[in-house]
C-alpha cells in the first residue's frame, strides 16, 4: 500500500502521535492520531471517496477543510461523514459512500445530549478574526463561547508555512503557523473563554441564539452578541472533468501537506497564478512534489511579484493567457489538457496541450461562506471585489442586524493579516456596545483602523477599498 | 504592464534602472543588500528590522530602498523577508560571493559544492558554499553563502541546489 506522508520537511516538524489501525472497506489501514480519517486514507492512496448522488460519478477530496461534500463517507455505520475534518479513531470502520448513502445501521452511537449555554459573546469560527475578536474582547471580560468545527483553533492559519506580509508591528515576517500557535494559546489561557471545537454551528433560528452541534451534544447558545468569522470557501472551476478524483482547491492540497503530512500527489499542474497558487506551488516543492507549470487565464500574474519569482527561479513556468480545458484519466486524474486564451478569454484552437499529472489544484479565488448571516436575515449584497456575498456593515463591523457582528474573510476576501484586525475590531464593538469597556476600548479600536487602514491604502488595495465602498454603508 | 507582471522574472537591467544594483566600489568594501522586491506591496519588516535604517520606505505600500552606503551586510533584513527578495552581494574577499535565502531540502553543508540557478529556474554555473546560517527558530530560513568564481552570477544566481545529496 503506498504511503504518501512527508517524513522530512525544511520548515515543519510533523507530530503525528501513535499509530491507530482502522478498516477501509474491511481492508485494514494505519493512521495516526494527528489525523482525520479523509487524510489517513489519502495517506494510503485512496482517491475515491463517493459517489456522486445523482449521475454516481466518483467524487475525490476536494476542499479538505469540511466546506464542500465531495467526502463524505460512512464511518461506523453512519453516513454523510465528512471524512476530512472528523479525527481518526482506533478501530474505525470507513466505507465509500454511494450518493446520499443509507441511513445508519445502528443508532446508537448517534446517542447525543441537549444542553443550553449563555455568554455575553459567541463567536463562530476559530480562525485569525475569530481568535483574535476573543482575546480583544476577553480583555474586557466578556464571556465569550468560540465555536470552531475543526479538531485543531487557527482556521487556516495553521497550514500557512509561509513568512507573513503586513506591517512588522502586526508579525509580518513571522510565519503563519507560529502567529497561530501564539493566538490559540491565549484564547486557550483566557479563563473566561469557552471552546467548542469539533462544533458545528448550524442555525440561527432566534434572535440572538445560535444552535450548535457539538461532538456529542446540542447546545443552544445564546448571547448578547455573536460574531460571525466563518470564513472563505474556495471556488470551483468549470472545466469537463473538473470533478474527477485528483482534482482539488490549492487549500486542500495545504491542508494535506501542512496539518497533516500528506502529500497531495507526485505532479501537480496549478491553476491561477494569485497569491494562493503562487504560495501553494512554492510549498508544494518544499514538500517534495514537482509543480509542472502554473496556467493563469489573466494576461498578468495576479500574485505578488516576489511570490512569483520563489517559483520562477525553482523551474516552475507561470503560463499567463492559459486555462484548463478538461481533465482527463480512468477513475482519477492522469492530465489536465491545457489551452491558451486570445483576448476574450477564448481559447485559440490548435494550441491544446495534454499534461499529464496526477493532480490539478484550482486557486481561482475564495468566496465567503455568508450561511448563517443569510439564516439571520442579514442585509447582504453580492460584491464581486470583495470575493462574492458580504453583510452590509457599519464602522464597528456590525451588520443589519442589531448585536450580529462579521469580521475575516465572511467579510470580504482578504488576508490573515487584515481578518486578525477585523477579529479586534468586531470583539472590541462587541464588549464597547454591551458597556463592558469604555475609552480605553474606543481609542484601541480607532488605533486598529487606522492601522488597517494604512495595510489597504496601496495599489493592491485599490479593488478591497472599491468593494467595501459598497458594503460599509450603514 | 511591465514584463516582470507576466513572467514573474526580473531582469537585471530593470534593477539597475531602478537603483537597487549596489556598485563596484561599495561591492569592494564588504557585503550589502541587495532587493528584488519591486512592487508597491503593503509590507515592511525590513524596513523596521534594519539596525542602522539603511532601508528607506516612506510609508508601508512603498517598495524598499537601500542605502549602500549606510547598509552594514547583516543579514537581519534577509532573514525577516517574507518574499525572500533580498540578497547579500560581496567582494570584498578573495572570491565574490553571494548569499541567498533557502528553505529546502536537502540542506546544504559549509564545503559543498552548489549548482546556482538564475531567476528563470536555469542552471548557472557551480559554487562552494562557505557561510551558512540557520536563522533562530522564529524565521527558519536559511541563508546559505556562496563563493563563486564567475562575480557575473552575484547578479544572477538567486537560487541553489546541492549536489550529490
Known sequence: MSDLRIHNHPILKYVRGNPLKFYFEGDERIGYESETVGAALYATGLREFSHSFKLDRPRGMFCAIGQCASCRMRVDGVPNIRTCITPLKENMRVERQMGAGDKPANTSRAKTYKKDLEADIVIVGGGPAGLSAAIYAAKFGAKIILVDRFPKLGGQLIKQTHKFFGSRKHDAGTRGIDIAERLIKQVEESPETMILDESEAFGYYEPGMIAVAGKDTLYKIKAKKIIMATGAAEK??????????????????????????????????????????????????????????????????????????????????????????????????????????????????????????????????????????????????????????????????????????????????????????????????????????????????????????????????????????????? | MEDYEKTGVVTLDYLEKLGNVPSEERLKKGPVAMTECVQDIPCNPCFEVCPVKAIEMPEINHRPIVNFDKCIGCTLCMQVCPGLAIFMLDKSKEKPRVTIPYELLPMPERGDSVVLIDRNGNDMGEGKVVGLLFPDKKYRSALVTVEVDDERLLYEARNLRVVGK
Do not use: C
Not at chain 1, 302 to 331: C, D, E, Q, W
Open chain 1, 236 to 474: 470551483a472551476l468549470l472545466f469537463e472533468n473538473n470533478d474527477l478524483p485528483g482534482v482539488y482547491g490549492a487549500g486542500a492540497a495545504q491542508t494535506l501537506m501542512n496539518t497533516y503530512g500528506v502529500k497531495p500527489g507526485d505532479e501537480i499542474i496549478m491553476v491561477g497564478a494569485g497569491n494562493v497558487g503562487v504560495i501553494v506551488t512554492y510549498q508544494l516543492l518544499q514538500a517534495g512534489v514537482k509543480v509542472k507549470m502554473i496556467v493563469e487565464a489573466m494576461p498578468k500574474i495576479g500574485a505578488y511579484f516576489v511570490h512569483a519569482a520563489k517559483v520562477r527561479r525553482m523551474g516552475v513556468p507561470i503560463l499567463t493567457r492559459h486555462s484548463i480545458l478538461r481533465a482527463y484519466g480512468n477513475g482519477q486524474v492522469e492530465g489536465a489538457t491545457i489551452v491558451q486564451l486570445d483576448d476574450n478569454w477564448q481559447p485559440i484552437p490548435g494550441t491544446e496541450k495534454d499534461v499529464d499529472v496526477d493532480g490539478i489544484a484550482i486557486s481561482v479565488g475564495l468566496r465567503p461562506t455568508y450561511g448563517l448571516l443569510n439564516q439571520a436575515g442579514v442585509k447582504i449584497r453580492f460584491v464581486p471585489e470583495l470575493g462574492g456575498h458580504v453583510a452590509l456593515r457599519n464602522r464597528n463591523l456590525e451588520t443589519s442586524v442589531k448585536d450580529i457582528y462579521v469580521a475575516g474573510d465572511i467579510a470580504g476576501i482578504e488576508e490573515a493579516s487584515t481578518a486578525i484586525m477585523e477579529g479586534r475590531i468586531a470583539g472590541l464593538s462587541a464588549v464597547i456596545d454591551m458597556g463592558l469597556a469604555g475609552k480605553e476600548a474606543e481609542e484601541l479600536r480607532e488605533s486598529v483602523r487606522e492601522e488597517l487602514k494604512e495595510l489597504r491604502a496601496g495599489p493592491f488595495g485599490t479593488r478591497i477599498r472599491q468593494g467595501l465602498e459598497k458594503v460599509e454603508v450603514l
